[in-house]
């Protein structure tokens, strides 16, 4: 059994963005919710394609429709009909801050007196 990332709710808003599941040359092809699926859990991992879980499918089916989907502008599709309905339940805050040293705010020691 495949892990699933995306829930159902999410998936039915997703689903009428992508294109016909109809393959090359009249070909079925494998499910978009498979292929997407393993998509973002490569995008998610940083893994490279080859080491896509078999359960998502062949590596290289994920990998042509990624390519296809980005060169059809079917991710700007996506970004945007999910941008309209933001829910406001989930945030993320950046915490990539530093923090300084207490001898880096470069201020001047009083001399000490002898």
Not at 54 to 72: D, H, I, L, Q, V
Not at 90 to 97: E, K, L
């Amino acid at each position: 059994m495949a892990r699933t990332i995306l829930t159902d709710q999410i998936w039915q808003k997703i689903q009428p963005l992508l294109p016909p599941e109809s393959g090359y040359w009249g070909r079925p092809y494998k499910s978009h919710r498979q292929a997407l699926e393993g998509i973002l859990w490569i995008l998610r991992t940083g893994a490279p394609w080859r080491d896509l879980p078999e359960e998502y499918g062949p590596w290289s089916s994920c990998y042509n429709r990624f390519n296809r989907w980005t060169a059809k502008g079917i991710w700007n599709k996506i970004w945007n009909g999910l941008k309209e309905e933001i829910d406001h339940e989930n945030y993320a805050i950046d915490g990539s801050y530093i923090k300084a040293h207490q001898d880096a705010c470069r201020v001047k020691k009083k001399k000490m007196s002898a």
